[in-house]
């Protein structure tokens, strides 16, 4: 059982996922929560395997309460860094309810419910340096005065929510089968959506009145590009069933 409560560390349950929640704000470098964002649910699942056990069903309900609790928190929240760590602690918990798949499964679905939201705390950096913070609402009419960022922001927040044909949404289809848990799953799922329209209607929408910024390079638009079309190509292989 204590490995399983370690494990609920890094494969974060409400209250434990609050310490990475506190990791992410305190580090100020968005590299650094990337990498974080990355790492930490690979630990977990390293731990939950190591543990040998089976996973009782009541970790698999504090699961969906914890993501729900999480996916709530996000209708209240406006910057996007902040969003990012709990929209991770969200979809991250979910990975209880995939317990029994094998390790290199159970790796990647940690993988592709991370790296979504880790790409956001790079967009979120470059909104900082542009404008000072990364708040929805703040400033309007990103989509006229960055288009190249907002694209990329677009692009990556509906990857984030698990929006089709990303990998996280056939990583939902894989979690629905089990029926008993369907309904939670579809009203995490449903919240998900709900706060990215609010988020991205703030960011994108409006008018904006303050100086000009400069827009994300072209490397840099090319380099998100290839990552979310790899996450495309790669939402064929989840497909398969695989996952």
Not at 170 to 199: C, Q, S
Not at 206 to 235: E, Q, W
Request: charged share 10%; glycine share 10%; aromatic share 14%.
């Amino acid at each position: 059982m204590m490995k399983l409560l370690i494990a609920a560390l890094f494969l974060p349950l409400f209250p434990l996922s609050i310490a990475l929640n506190g990791l992410l704000v305190r580090m100020g470098n968005p590299a650094a929560r990337f990498l974080l964002l990355l790492l930490w649910p690979q630990i977990g699942v390293f731990i939950l395997h190591a543990a040998r056990q089976p996973v009782p069903e009541g970790f698999v309900a504090w699961s969906l309460l914890s993501s729900a609790f999480y996916a709530l928190r996000l209708l209240t929240v406006r910057d996007l860094g902040l969003w990012a760590g709990f929209l991770a602690s969200s979809s991250l918990s979910l990975i209880w309810a995939r317990h029994g798949a094998n390790d290199f499964d159970m790796h990647i679905f940690a993988f592709w419910f991370s790296l979504p939201s880790a790409l956001l705390f790079l967009l979120a950096g470059a909104l900082a340096r542009r404008f000072g913070a990364a708040y929805s609402g703040l400033y309007g009419g990103l989509a006229r005065s960055a288009p190249r960022l907002s694209g990329l922001l677009a692009f990556t927040l509906l990857a984030a929510i698990a929006t089709p044909p990303s990998p996280g949404f056939f990583a939902m289809l894989e979690l629905l089968r089990r029926e008993d848990t369907a309904p939670a799953l579809l009203f995490i799922w449903l919240l998900w959506g709900w706060a990215a329209i609010w988020l991205m209607q703030g960011f994108l929408s409006g008018r904006n009145d303050s100086d000009p910024a400069k827009d994300i390079g072209r490397g840099g638009t090319l380099l998100f590009a290839c990552i979310l079309g790899v996450m495309v190509f790669a939402s064929l292989y989840l497909k398969g069933g695989s996952l």
